[in-house]
T-cell receptor
């Protein structure tokens, strides 16, 4: 089993739609969680951290479920500019902290 | 100002050649990384350096040799390039393994094509 797994998609949604991505992780000692965004032919950039209580940043909501070992990202009122690949990132303690990137979920938002 | 910069942006070369990619960060971070992103878009860590010392070496062929002259620079030298080395190589920097909330900042990537 991969350390971090995501549905690769692609998710094709119309503008204004709500879309959700899930990401599962295998290491129960995972401590920190993030969502990164990667545009086509660009570098990954931090989108938001994921906190235990869940957190929101504008149209984006991130949630963590430690019992089931998954994190989620919800995008409301999708914009064309949201089209990108969303990477789930998990940090766990292995004597030092190790960062693992998921393979990403591709999102296309269409007019 | 560019936080993490890489050169060159594109690199096209023949099999068997030796090439280098340079990376510099001006964020004052102690840790720098090299990642490889292949055609399937999976981002895999190759190396991590903390204050010029190698921390992570993820089963990378010894044809790949990172060099860190100081904590702001981490260069990647590749000997005897093979077709399978074709990928995008990203440099990144962060506060490092001592921090469980390490956010990484990526360079723009170097697209390597081996012919």
């Amino acid at each position: 089993r991969k350390e971090v797994e995501q549905d690769p998609g692609p998710f094709n949604v119309p503008e204004g739609a709500t879309v959700a991505f899930n990401c599962t992780y295998s290491n129960s000692a995972s401590q920190s969680f993030f969502w990164y965004r990667q545009d086509c032919r660009k570098e990954p950039k931090l989108l938001m951290s994921v906190y235990s209580s869940g957190n929101e940043d504008g149209r984006f909501t991130a949630q963590l479920n430690r019992a089931s070992q998954y994190i989620s990202l919800l995008i409301r009122d999708s914009k064309l500019s949201d089209s990108a690949t969303y990477l789930c990132v998990v940090i766990y303690n292995t004597g030092g902290f190790k960062t693992i990137f998921g393979a990403g979920t591709r999102l296309f938002v269409k007019a | 100002d560019t936080a993490v910069s890489q050169t060159p942006k594109y690199l096209v070369t023949q099999m068997g050649n030796d090439k280098s990619i340079k990376c510099e960060q001006n964020l004052g971070h102690d840790t720098m990384y090299w990642y490889k992103q292949d055609s399937k878009k999976f981002l895999k860590i190759m190396f991590s350096y903390n204050n010029k010392e190698l921390i992570i070496n993820e089963t990378v062929p010894n044809r790949f040799s990172p060099k860190s002259p100081d904590k702001a620079h981490l260069n990647l030298h590749i000997n005897s390039l093979e077709l399978g080395d074709s990928a995008v190589y990203f440099c990144a920097s962060g506060y490092g393994q001592a921090y469980s909330t390490d956010t990484q900042y990526f360079g723009p990537g170097t697209r390597l094509t081996v012919l």
